[in-house]
């Protein structure tokens, strides 16, 4: 590895990968079945410091660097997919938004709510028509005395019915493009805030997608995050480090897959010996690695730099490309590895074929990505 991982960063990971092994792979398949939300196994999160690991210890939170982290989502991605996303969006946008822009009255109110996992977190960015292009957002937030009343409808918002807070982005002006987009926290019950349509998923099926309704929904003035205006920034800063998160989950699902053909290799007779004595598969164990290992290398090397407090968006953003569309590769190739069987449920790799599949898609698609990329390069004023 090109940087060394220190003993807590090490020490983080084995508790996390105990636990998840333990505790969450157990029920993973069953979730995946029922769409059971993994509400104890968050509960058990929030009491390991699981739900606010990069949040400061004053605020609750275990004040870790995103290099533990990633390390930690990266297990809980390997043991269930869909636990991890949850953890996922609110750690690295929720609870991140509220340290880099929130008051200190709203995060010693909030933030330990949320590091306790006795609320979670969702973030309400997407709407019908306006998803890769969030400056198209129509959902408007108007200020009426001490108060602002948000209408609008969110999409495919992750943990929206499960959640117990969201922050939500609307206009506060029409007129200013992305500068007149706002952030609110909504908290829940709110009488003006309704879950609308739940979608039925191909994977991650027991983490929650649903609409978010805002019919003139009321907010105190005191829970609108940041400036009037800086919605768009919190959401682009959050989806930086989100992004980070989805490299990790990436990385988890594909060494669950790459570890469950593996086994299936060593057990499997064909032709008179085990079918991990073919060379044809031994070349694809090793392409599985390898690239398992390259997306590592640039997951810990963005999330190293945000921990340097260096600009690390391409470097998300390259983390996010790359690492999404290896685990595509890895879990169908662990799926040809098991034959017919790994198109079965009575084997895991059919269900992280789909788990990971939409990780090319959430917290900004693969073009997406390239364009945030190229983008990046051609402003470079370093570059010629
Ligand atoms: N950090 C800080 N500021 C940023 C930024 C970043 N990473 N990216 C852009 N900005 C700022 C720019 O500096 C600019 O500010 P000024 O006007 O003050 O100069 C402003 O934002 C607008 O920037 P752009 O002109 O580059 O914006 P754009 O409209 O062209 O869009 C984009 C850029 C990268 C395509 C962006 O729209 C984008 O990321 N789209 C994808 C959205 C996305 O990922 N959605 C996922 C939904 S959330 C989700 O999936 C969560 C879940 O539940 C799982």
Same mark, same amino acid.
């Given at each position: 590895m090109f940087f060394k991982l220190t003993d807590e960063q090490l020490m983080i990971q084995s508790m996390v990968r105990e636990f998840a092994r333990k505790e969450v792979a157990a029920t993973a398949a069953?979730?995946?079945? $029922?769409?059971?939300?993994?509400?104890?196994?968050?509960?058990?999160?929030?009491?390991?410091?699981?739900?606010?690991?990069?949040?400061?210890?004053?605020?609750?939170?275990?004040?870790?660097?995103?290099?533990?982290?990633?390390?930690?989502?990266?297990?809980?991605?390997?043991?269930?997919?869909?636990?991890?996303?949850?953890?996922?969006? +609110?750690?690295?946008?929720?609870?991140?938004s509220i340290v880099r822009y929130g008051s200190e009255e709203q995060k010693k109110r909030i933030l330990p709510r949320l590091t306790s996992a006795e609320i979670i977190g969702a973030f309400a960015l997407t709407e019908p028509h306006a998803g890769s292009d969030p400056s198209a957002q129509l959902a408007a937030a108007v200020r009426d005395g001490d108060d602002?009343?948000?209408?609008? $409808?969110?999409?495919?918002? $992750? $943990?929206?019915?499960?959640?117990?807070?969201?922050?939500?982005?609307?206009?506060?002006?029409?007129?200013?493009?992305?500068?007149?987009?706002?952030?609110?926290?909504?908290?829940?019950?709110?009488?003006?805030?309704?879950?609308? +349509?739940?979608?039925?998923?191909?994977?991650?099926?027991a983490s929650d997608t649903t609409d978010l309704n805002f019919e003139d929904c009321r907010v105190p003035a005191e829970n609108r995050l940041g400036e009037e205006g800086d919605g768009f920034k919190i959401a682009m800063k959050g989806l930086d480090g989100g992004r980070i998160g989805i490299a990790a989950q990436s990385v988890g699902v594909a060494q669950a897959a790459l570890d469950a053909a593996v086994k299936y290799a060593k057990g499997r007779d064909q032709f008179g010996q085990k079918i991990s004595k073919f060379q044809g598969l031994r070349w694809i164990i090793a392409d599985m690695a390898t690239e398992i290992e390259a997306a590592k290398q640039l997951m810990f090397s963005a999330a190293a730099m945000k921990?340097?407090?260096?600009?690390?968006?391409?470097?998300?953003?390259?983390?996010?490309?790359?690492?999404?569309?290896?685990?595509?590769?890895?879990?169908?190739?662990?799926?040809?590895?098991?034959?017919?069987?790994?198109?079965?449920?009575?084997?895991?790799?059919?269900?992280y074929y789909r788990d990971a599949r939409v990780f090319t898609i959430y917290e900004g698609t693969s073009e997406i990505q390239r364009i945030v990329i190229s983008n990046s390069i051609l402003k470079d004023k370093r570059k010629p």
């Open positions: 069953e979730r995946d079945k $029922t769409k059971e939300f993994p509400a104890d196994n968050l509960k058990q999160m929030g009491e390991l410091g699981l739900m606010g690991m990069m949040v400061p210890v004053e605020y609750g939170g275990e004040g870790a660097d995103t290099v533990s982290y990633v390390l930690a989502l990266s297990e809980i991605a390997s043991a269930c997919a869909a636990t991890a996303v949850v953890m996922s969006v +609110h750690n690295s946008i929720v609870c991140e602002y009343v948000i209408n609008g $409808t969110k999409r495919f918002i $992750t $943990t929206g019915e499960n959640c117990g807070m969201v922050i939500v982005t609307a206009k506060t002006d029409e007129a200013a493009g992305h500068k007149g987009i706002s952030a609110f926290m909504v908290e829940k019950p709110n009488p003006g805030l309704k879950v609308g +349509h739940t979608e039925d998923k191909l994977g991650l099926r921990d340097r407090g260096e600009k690390y968006t391409m470097q998300a953003s390259m983390a996010k490309l790359f690492a999404s569309e290896m685990v595509n590769r890895i879990t169908a190739k662990a799926i040809q590895m098991h034959g017919g069987y790994g198109f079965t449920s009575d084997y895991p790799v059919e269900r």
